[in-house]
């Protein structure tokens, strides 16, 4: 079976609470729709969401700091070669 259609944290982990199972191997709308109706029913869940989304980018994967260490990695990469 096809993974299912997730949305991940700043780990890159899925959250199960917004997993849908595909029918057909294909995320569709309507399962898209599941995944927002969850959200609009839970406030703790988009709180929750938020604040791990605000993480990874303050001081997570897609901080300054964190993108900086990457440039820097590819920029010495390609002089040494």
């Known amino acids: 079976m096809s993974p299912s259609?997730?949305?991940?944290?700043?780990?890159?982990?899925?959250?199960?609470?917004?997993?849908?199972?595909?029918?057909?191997?294909t995320n569709t709308a309507i399962e898209l729709a599941v995944c927002f109706e969850r959200l609009l029913d839970s406030r703790t869940l988009r709180e929750r969401l938020g604040s791990e989304g605000k993480h990874a980018v303050t001081s997570g994967k897609f901080s300054i700091a964190s993108r900086n260490t990457r440039l820097k990695e590819v920029y010495e990469s390609s002089i040494v070669h």
């Open 5 to 25: 259609l997730r949305y991940f944290d700043s780990r890159g982990m899925g959250h199960p609470e917004l997993s849908v199972e595909s029918v057909d191997g």
